[in-house]
């Protein structure tokens, strides 16, 4: 019996665990999304790792990398609700200091929509805090299939 409830206290532990990080990590993603809403230049940094990377990829599969201090500059002038990027989790996958999660999204410029297509992040924990340290995105005009 003492085995048996050790073993359930184990299991449940391992599992709060997981759903803690998933709620953290989602979070951390949309401090992104809400620093670029609100044109908040720290908010968008501080979801970063200081060495991530940001990449688009083209219809054609040319990878394009993009700066993250000039992201981070042009969206820091726009208007408050200029920028709003909307996205579902479909996917958040975890091993120790390493998550991979898997976005579909619209974007909407000015109240219009712009273009969709899907963001891949890879999100790693230092210090206790999940940060971007990659994210690689699709952009299309016509809606997200999979």
Not at 44 to 50: P, Q, R, S, V, Y
Not at 60 to 85: H, P, R, W
Not at 98 to 107: D, G, H, I, N, Q
Request: a positive charge; charged letters at 25%; hydrophobic letters at 40%.
């Amino acid at each position: 019996m003492k085995n048996i409830v050790v073993l359930a206290l184990f299991i449940s532990s391992f599992c709060f665990g997981q759903t803690s990080d998933n709620e953290l990590i989602k979070a951390k993603i949309q401090q992104l999304f809400t620093g670029m809403k609100n044109a908040d230049p720290e908010m968008i940094k501080t979801a970063f790792t200081e060495n991530a990377i940001l990449q688009s990829v083209s219809k054609n599969g040319t990878v394009k990398n993009e700066n993250i201090a000039e992201f981070i500059a042009s969206i820091s002038k726009l208007s408050k609700n200029d920028a709003d990027e909307r996205i579902t989790f479909e996917s958040v996958l975890i091993d120790d200091n390493l998550a991979s999660v898997f976005t579909p999204y619209e974007f909407y410029y000015k109240g219009n929509f712009s273009h969709c297509g899907v963001n891949s992040f890879q999100m790693v924990k230092q210090n206790g805090s999940w940060k971007i340290q990659y994210l690689i995105d699709t952009r299309r005009k016509e809606n997200y299939k999979k």
